[in-house]
């Protein structure tokens, strides 16, 4: 069985504060591991994944992420907030090559 | 705008009716996926095409739901005499199996019954 737990519901941070979001996850094998977004009335969007290759990720607009196999866990970090990255934060897991298994999401608020 | 396109985006219906979504992958995507997503929660996998080809499918997608990718482009979703906890958010995305097959998303359609 595969899955994730995001460990916080709600994050708020402050605009030019860093941003972590915790992620664990659950896996029988080597996983494959993503952080996806979602702005109100956006698509899903792919902001990093994790594939083996390297346990620090980097993705786009500043995010990055670290695959920690002896903690089960891909926390998604970012040195500074940006009020455009309020949105809610997916973290996933996939062994099967196609199904993507959604945690259940992590709001992130930034206020000014 | 060559992402991922769903029609309808919004559509209310009484309980009993029978819905059918569209989506539109990526052009030469050649796997099309389809998610559920309720209010607060993760999107939940329903099922898979390759191509024409439905290779998976959720135990999430009961008798009522059927899908369709008939000549390997777009597909269909319907839901046969729809129920209140049909309510949600139905998303589609597609990828290349050859191109890193990172999973692109539609904007969805968000069913209520009534």
Not at chain 1, 33 to 38: D, G, H, I, K
Not at chain 1, 81 to 93: G, L, R
Not at chain 2, 34 to 46: A, K
């Amino acid at each position: 069985a595969q899955s994730v737990t995001q460990l916080d519901s709600h994050v708020s941070v402050s605009e030019g504060t860093p941003v972590l979001l915790r992620c664990n996850y659950s896996s029988s094998y080597s996983p494959s591991l993503f952080w996806y977004v979602q702005h109100p009335n956006k698509g899903l969007q792919l902001l990093l994944k994790y594939t083996s290759a390297a346990t620090l990720v980097k993705g786009i607009n500043g995010f990055e992420a670290e695959f920690k196999k002896s903690e089960t866990s891909f926390h998604l970090t970012k040195p500074s907030a940006h009020m455009s990255d309020a949105a809610e934060y997916f973290c996933v897991v996939s062994n099967s090559g196609y199904a993507l298994n959604f945690g259940k999401g992590t709001s992130l608020l930034v206020t000014p | 705008d060559t992402g991922v396109s769903q029609d309808p985006r919004h559509k209310i219906t009484k309980r009993g009716q029978n819905v059918t979504f569209r989506c539109d992958p990526i052009s030469e995507h050649n796997r099309l996926y389809w998610y559920r997503q309720t209010l607060g929660q993760g999107p939940e996998f329903l099922t898979y095409f390759q191509n024409e080809a439905q290779l998976e499918k959720s135990r999430l997608l009961s008798d009522r739901f059927s899908a369709e990718r008939p000549k390997g482009s777009f597909s269909t979703l319907e839901i046969q005499r729809t129920e209140q906890g049909d309510s949600a958010m139905y998303l589609c995305a597609s990828s290349h199996r050859g191109l890193g097959n990172e999973q692109f998303f539609g904007p969805g359609t968000r069913l209520t019954v009534l």
